[in-house]
């Protein structure tokens, strides 16, 4: 068993030292990460400057690029070798409803998904590191219900894991979701730098829309952790036929 861990928080957080502290004696186990924070670079690939591999003295690899460099230099030739799983995190913080576009903890898992290989990604449902051994005995769980083909979905899947920063103890089953909907980002922040000029900081995500049953909100608030199957078609299935009606309609 080869496992590829990654995340965006950079190779020295926390959440990505107690995933390989969890997962370690699994299988045959390899970190390339990010050398800084690449929170919300989603699946952004470097092309216009150099990215460098580096090793830290705990064995861990990091790449001055994205979550989706480390993972693609991984696969392509850095690792010399087709790993059988790829787990990403912990992130520090949800990746819940439309997090999921933006986050780089999403997106590292799902270039590996990309290449054919199935992918967990591992999320905090709130900031600050609490009870990060419940997240990491969480992340040991999947993967051994994965090693002893509990997972055998036809390949490849993408799991989108969040979970509440609760003692193991005091955490409900893992329940399988669908991604609920955020309110629109809340309004950018503006400074003046001490030169004069107008600074601008994104604002926060906006609060949940959709946290109805079902939805990865609704089981995290309830204390379970939430599990939702990812897929990456964009396409809007159900409405291919009334843009063809609409589109064809106006132009034939
Ligand atoms: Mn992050």
Not at 62 to 72: E, L, S
Not at 78 to 102: E, F, H, Q, R, W
Request: hydrophobic residues 40%; glycine residues 10%.
């Amino acid at each position: 068993m080869n496992i590829l861990i990654s995340n965006d928080d950079g190779y020295q957080a926390p959440g990505i030292v107690a995933l390989y502290e969890a997962l370690k004696d699994l299988g045959h186990v390899e970190v390339v990460a990010p050398e800084q924070n690449n929170s919300a670079k989603s699946n952004a690939l470097t092309l216009h400057s150099p990215l460098y591999v580096h090793q830290a003295a705990n064995g861990f690899r990091y790449i001055n690029g994205t979550p989706a460099d480390c993972v693609h230099i991984a696969l392509t030739g850095l690792l010399g070798y087709k790993p059988d799983l790829v787990v990403s995190g912990i992130n520090n913080g949800a990746n819940m409803g439309d997090d999921t576009i933006y986050s780089g903890t999403v997106g590292a898992a799902m270039e590996g998904y990309l290449f054919g290989v199935p992918a967990m990604a591992f999320s905090q449902v709130e900031k600050g590191w609490a009870h990060l051994d419940s997240a990491a005995a969480c992340a040991r769980e999947l993967v051994q219900t994965f090693m002893q083909g509990g997972l055998s979905h036809p390949s490849p899947w993408l799991l989108n894991v969040n979970v509440p920063n609760r003692a193991k103890a005091e955490l409900k089953p893992l329940r399988i979701t669908r991604l609920g909907r955020r309110h629109a980002a809340e309004r950018v922040i503006t400074q003046l730098s001490p030169r004069g000029e107008t600074m601008y900081w994104i604002g926060s995500a906006g609060p949940a829309k959709d946290d109805s049953d079902g939805t990865d909100f609704h089981a995290t608030f309830q204390g379970h952790v939430s599990v939702t199957p990812l897929q990456v078609d964009l396409t809007e299935h159900a409405a291919l036929d009334a843009w063809a009606q609409a589109l064809h309609g106006t132009n034939e």
